[in-house]
């Protein structure tokens, strides 16, 4: 199974964190990337995105067809993340667009098999690859290096 773990691109300050909308650097940032996954990706993938504007904005640079997933939102859990990509049993590749620290935190525990805050920066993608019973880092990458 492929698993790209992306965080949402830059978005505006605002009180009400679910309705921030991304940035003009945002929607750059998103579009860079998703260029990128585009021409790695194969013809069928499935993207979940949180209920969050900046996360479901950020999606949209890639597809139309992202399904909104509440297990992922603003308060999701490692757990949370792993079980609306199906992991590990997903037949084609999932895009997570969510938010730090959880990101983060899900990289952590299937990389290094521990509980931990990775520092994942805004618009970047961590790509994991499950072959049996091992996970492996296919890229990580953040649009400015794009």
Same mark, same amino acid.
Request: aromatic share 4%; charged share 25%; no cysteine.
């Given at each position: 199974?492929?698993?790209?773990?992306?965080?949402?691109?830059? $978005?505006?300050?605002?009180l009400e964190d679910d309705k921030r909308k991304l940035t003009a650097k945002g929607r750059k940032?998103? &579009?860079?990337?998703?260029?990128?996954? %585009? +021409?790695?990706?194969? @013809?069928?993938?499935? *993207? *979940?995105?949180?209920?969050?504007?900046?996360?479901?904005?950020? +999606?949209? $640079?890639?597809?139309? @067809? %992202?399904? /909104?997933?509440?297990?992922?939102?603003?308060? %999701?859990?490692p757990d949370s993340i792993l079980r609306a990509a199906g992991w590990p049993r997903a037949t084609?590749?999932?895009? &997570?667009? #969510?938010?730090?620290?959880?990101? #983060?935190?899900?990289?952590?525990?299937?990389?290094?098999?521990?509980?931990?805050?990775?520092? /994942?920066? @805004?618009? +970047?993608?961590?790509?994991?690859?499950?072959? #049996?019973?091992?996970?492996?880092?296919?890229? %990580?990458?953040?649009?400015?290096?794009?």
């Amino acid at each position: 199974m492929d698993l790209i773990l992306w965080r949402h691109a830059e $978005a505006e300050d605002g009180l009400e964190d679910d309705k921030r909308k991304l940035t003009a650097k945002g929607r750059k940032q998103a &579009v860079r990337m998703s260029e990128w996954l %585009a +021409a790695r990706l194969p @013809k069928h993938f499935h *993207v *979940v995105v949180s209920p969050a504007l900046r996360t479901r904005e950020t +999606a949209a $640079a890639l597809t139309d @067809k %992202a399904a /909104v997933h509440d297990d992922i939102g603003l308060s %999701a859990s490692p757990d949370s993340i792993l079980r609306a990509a199906g992991w590990p049993r997903a037949t084609q590749p999932v895009v &997570v667009v #969510g938010h730090q620290p959880t990101l #983060g935190m899900t990289a952590a525990r299937l990389l290094a098999g521990a509980d931990a805050q990775w520092s /994942v920066r @805004k618009g +970047a993608i961590i790509w994991i690859v499950r072959k #049996g019973s091992e996970n492996t880092l296919r890229a %990580a990458l953040a649009p400015d290096l794009i």
